[in-house]
C-alpha cells in the first residue's frame, strides 16, 4: 500500500484539532512526564539570554516555554504547531505565567514560515516522527537557523520500550479495533532507532550531531487515572474503544489493566518504564 502524504498531513491536522481538549486536561501530566525531556533538550542547546528560539509541533509549549524564561527579557519565542486549539492551549498556558515575550504561530514544521538564518535555536520535542517527511522538516529546520544555531529534538523509541503504548495498542490490535502500524510512515515511534536518528540529522546538514536514549517513568495514582489520560491522549485509542458498546468498553478495560499489572504497587499506583531518544546539532 502506498503512503498518501497529503492525506497524512490533513488526517493529522484534523486529529491533532481535535485532540487538543484532551491534551489540555491532562496537560499537568503531561508536563510532568515530559520535564525530564525539555531540561535535557534545553541544556543541550543552552538558550542564551536575547536569542531567538522557534518550537516546532509545539503542542501546549511546554519547552518552548521555559526557554522563555532563558532568553528574557529581550530573547523571545516562536511556539508554533499546525493545529490552531493547541496553540490556543499554549496561549493560556503562557498568560498564566505571566510570560511576554512570546509568539504563537500556526504552521507545518516541513513548510517553516521564518526567513532564512532567522532563529538562534530550534526545539521539536516528540514531533518530528509524526511529520509526512521528517527529512524535509528538518531541512527547513535548519534552513531558518543562524550559523552556529542550535536544534534540540526528541522521538520516541521503539514501542518495545515503551510499555504505556505497547500494550493499550496490543489489546485493541487483538481485538481487531486498531490496525497494525505500517513499516515506514510516520507514527510515535516511526524514528524509534538512534542511527536513522542521526543520519536524518547528518542528511539535513547539520554537525556536532549528539544522540542518546533517555529512560523516564510515566506515574500515575491508579489504572483508572492512566486510562483516563491515554484516551486523552492518544486520538486512535479513544476512538477504536469509545466506539464499541458500553459492555465491551468495559471489558476492554479490565483487559489493559490486567496487562499493567506487571507495573502496579500495593497502593494500586503505577510506574511504567519510557524510553525516548533525545538529539542536538549544530547549523
Request: aromatic share 6%; charged share 25%.
Amino acid at each position: 500500500m502506498s503512503f498518501d502524504a497529503n492525506a497524512h498531513r490533513e488526517a493529522s491536522l484534523q486529529g491533532w484539532e481535535e485532540a487538543a481538549s484532551g491534551w489540555v486536561r491532562s496537560q499537568e501530566g503531561v508536563r510532568e512526564f515530559g520535564a525530564p525531556v525539555s531540561h535535557w533538550m534545553l541544556d543541550a542547546v543552552a538558550p542564551q539570554p536575547g536569542q531567538r528560539v522557534l518550537e516546532l509541533a509545539a503542542g501546549l509549549g511546554e519547552t518552548g516555554l521555559l526557554a522563555a524564561e532563558l532568553v528574557a527579557p529581550v530573547g523571545g519565542v516562536v511556539i508554533s504547531d499546525q493545529a490552531e486549539a493547541m496553540l490556543a492551549g499554549a496561549r493560556e498556558r503562557a498568560a498564566q505565567l505571566g510570560l511576554a515575550n512570546v509568539e504563537f504561530q500556526a504552521m507545518n514544521a516541513e513548510w517553516i514560515d521564518l526567513p532564512v538564518a532567522s532563529v538562534d535555536v530550534v526545539l521539536c520535542r516528540w514531533g518530528y516522527m509524526l511529520m509526512a517527511d521528517p527529512g524535509a522538516a528538518l531541512g527547513e529546520t535548519r534552513r531558518v537557523l543562524r550559523s552556529g544555531g542550535r536544534v534540540g529534538l526528541a522521538v520516541w523509541d521503539s514501542i518495545e520500550r515503551n510499555p504505556w503504548a505497547a500494550l493499550p495498542g496490543l489489546e485493541l490490535r487483538e481485538r481487531g479495533l486498531l490496525p497494525p502500524p505500517q513499516p515506514g510512515t510516520p507514527g510515535p515511534f516511526a524514528l524509534g532507532d538512534q542511527a536513522r536518528v542521526r543520519a536524518l540529522i547528518e542528511e539535513a546538514g547539520f554537525a556536532e550531531v549528539r544522540v542518546e536514549a533517555l529512560d523516564l517513568h510515566r506515574r500515575h495514582a491508579g489504572f483508572g487515572d492512566f486510562w483516563e489520560s491515554t484516551l486523552d491522549l492518544s486520538r486512535a485509542t479513544h476512538d477504536a474503544v469509545m466506539s464499541r458498546p458500553a459492555a465491551e468498553i468495559v471489558e476492554i478495560e479490565a483487559a489493559v489493566k490486567a496487562r499493567f499489572a506487571p507495573f502496579e504497587a500495593d497502593d494500586g499506583s503505577l510506574d511504567i518504564p519510557a524510553r525516548t531518544l533525545v538529539a542536538s546539532a549544530s547549523a
